[in-house]
T-cell receptor
Framework: DQQVKQNSPSLSVQEGRISILNCDYTNSMFDYFLWYKKYPAEGPTFLISISSIKDKNEDGRFTVFLNKSAKHLSLHIVPSQPGDSAVYFCAARSGANNLFFGTGTRLTVIP | NAGVTQTPKFRVLKTGQSMTLLCAQDMNHEYMYWYRQDPGMGLRLIHYSVGEGTTAKGEVPDGYNVSRLKKQNFLLGLESAAPSQTSVYFC?????????????FGPGTRLTVL
């Protein structure tokens, strides 16, 4: 049973606009949440993370929001750039730094 | 600093054949992981290791074995490959504990089992 879900397989956004990627989870024991970005034929690369004791973390154009009561997190990219086009994976940590990944959302930023 | 490297990049096996995937990291990380990625399934943890000489089962361990004889290497073995093991395999490594939660991934190995 999928503990981390990304219900939107794809998203298209115009360059300069905001991209919002969503993620839901079921396990209330997750203590850390991460977003990874993946280009074709490459491994995932870390983008941004948030501890379960916070509700927001910002790093440049990227902001992650966590709503624990709703078991929901989102990644905001502002402004979106063509180089942001990739597959984005949401992940949640449990135990010995083990990660549970969502199925990914393919973001396309249109110039 | 090469980070995490994986060997080979591509492999085609016939059902029943065996093979070993090699993962190497030069970041002196304690933890290492093997994942598989299938269409529509995201990445799923196969096995992991919390230090040299240790291994543990992840979410989908059946049909795989692992060994961590040296801190920098983590081997994934398929003793008798099956078509269901056709996938892209990713190795990752990380530091121990908080706040070093980030896992660093290798480029992946694409395995096809006929």
């Amino acid at each position: 049973d999928q503990q981390v879900k990304q219900n939107s397989p794809s998203l298209s956004v115009q360059e300069g606009r905001i991209s919002i990627l969503n993620c839901d989870y079921t396990n209330s024991m997750f203590d850390y949440f991460l977003w990874y970005k993946k280009y074709p034929a490459e491994g995932p690369t870390f983008l941004i993370s948030i501890s379960s004791i916070k509700d927001k973390n910002e790093d440049g154009r990227f902001t992650v929001f966590l709503n624990k009561s709703a078991k929901h997190l989102s990644l905001h990219i502002v402004p979106s750039q063509p180089g942001d086009s990739a597959v984005y994976f949401c992940a949640a940590r449990s135990g010995a730094n083990n990660l549970f990944f969502g199925t990914g959302t393919r973001l396309t930023v249109i110039p | 600093n090469a980070g995490v490297t994986q060997t080979p990049k591509f492999r085609v096996l016939k059902t029943g054949q065996s093979m070993t995937l090699l993962c190497a990291q030069d970041m002196n990380h304690e933890y290492m992981y093997w994942y598989r990625q299938d269409p529509g399934m995201g990445l799923r943890l196969i096995h992991y290791s919390v230090g040299e000489g240790t291994t543990a089962k992840g979410e989908v361990p059946d049909g795989y074995n692992v060994s961590r004889l040296k801190k920098q290497n983590f081997l994934l073995g398929l003793e008798s490959a099956a078509p269901s093991q056709t996938s892209v395999y990713f190795c990752a490594s990380s530091y121990v504990g908080y706040p070093y939660n980030e896992q660093f991934f290798g480029p992946g190995t694409r395995l096809t089992v006929l």
